[in-house]
């Protein structure tokens, strides 16, 4: 118990007239996430300003349905990182799964989507190609989605419908 005491002490809640009206906008809402509309809750029940409720953290877990961990980390993020970072998501620093076509990689993919493709056939595949950048050792693996959401983000793509060698026809509007 004395742990929580020293934390709500050094992490206070107090907030400015402005940050308190745009909480209670937010929650009046109710078409943020879930998890913002419960940090906003938190922080203006631990508001320890003159204008602010100051509850103490068991009151609001207990009232907000939540744990001592959510209440001392949106504290704590109040205090270091500021009002706007308790209310926006933090960016991951690494995506959640690497990018297999890196810019070299990918120049290679197209230099092989815009190469004649293999004998008896007319034209590439994603199934090709997938099977060819692996043969080429151009990476170790990759499916024929990878493959064509790679292609995709190129303006000259061979594998979207309209590659740029046609304009399609106006039609007539009633």
Not at 57 to 86: C, H, K, P, W, Y
Not at 131 to 143: C, G, N, P, R, T
Request: hydrophobic fraction near 35%; aromatic fraction near 4%.
């Amino acid at each position: 118990m004395a742990g929580r005491e020293i934390s709500v002490k050094k992490y206070v809640v107090k907030l400015s007239e402005g940050e308190r009206q745009h909480l209670n906008e937010l929650i009046g809402k109710g078409k943020s996430p879930a998890k913002r509309l419960l940090k906003a809750r938190i922080l203006l029940k631990a508001d320890a300003s003159e204008a602010g409720e100051g509850w103490s953290d068991s009151r609001i877990i207990e009232a907000l349905d939540t744990n001592a961990s959510m209440v001392f980390r949106v504290r704590q993020q109040l205090v270091e990182e500021g009002f706007d970072a308790v209310l926006s998501r933090k960016q991951r620093a690494t995506p959640a799964v690497p990018k297999i076509f890196d810019g070299e990689k990918e120049a290679k993919l197209i230099a092989l989507a815009c190469s004649q493709p293999p004998a008896g056939r007319a034209r590439w595949t994603l199934r090709l190609l997938e099977e060819k950048v692996v043969e080429l050792h151009i990476v170790d693996h990759a499916s024929d989605n990878t493959i064509g959401r790679t292609l995709k983000k190129t303006s000259s793509s061979l594998i979207s419908r309209n590659n740029g060698s046609f304009r399609p026809r106006q039609t007539a509007r009633s």
